[in-house]
């Protein structure tokens, strides 16, 4: 069984930086994306980042060149270095182990919340 918790939400100054780690327990399949998602109040969740299972990685249009995912596979954990932070990153974000198309293989964490304020 998997399970997932994000740490390093806060509450941080427009233009400033966090970097938020997700630690896993247990081990993913060979065809596990890692990914974080973030979801505004009154708004739909959306992807930010992701890793697919070649290790590749994507980016939302309103992230790239501000965030960078990131993994340490001997600490099982996921990261997401977000820097320039602005009003609308403020979100409660989720990381994410999930197989595109499994409905049994997907695992969330309870979320972070990142607050930017001006």
């Known amino acids: 069984q998997v399970q997932l918790v994000e740490s390093g939400g806060g509450s941080v100054q427009a233009g400033g930086f966090l970097k938020l780690p997700c630690e896993a327990s247990g081990r993913p399949h060979r065809n596990t994306y890692m990914g974080w998602f973030r979801q505004a109040p009154g708004k739909e969740r959306e992807g930010v980042a992701a890793f697919d299972s070649e290790n590749t990685t994507t980016y939302a249009d309103s992230v790239k060149g501000r965030f960078a995912i990131s993994k340490d596979n001997a600490k099982n954990t996921l990261y997401l270095q977000m820097n320039s932070l602005k009003p609308e990153d403020t979100a409660m974000y989720y990381c994410?182990?999930?197989?595109?198309?499994?409905?049994?293989?997907?695992?969330w964490g309870q979320g972070t919340q990142v607050t930017v304020f001006l």
């Open positions: 994410r182990w999930y197989t595109p198309g499994s409905h049994e293989y997907s695992y």
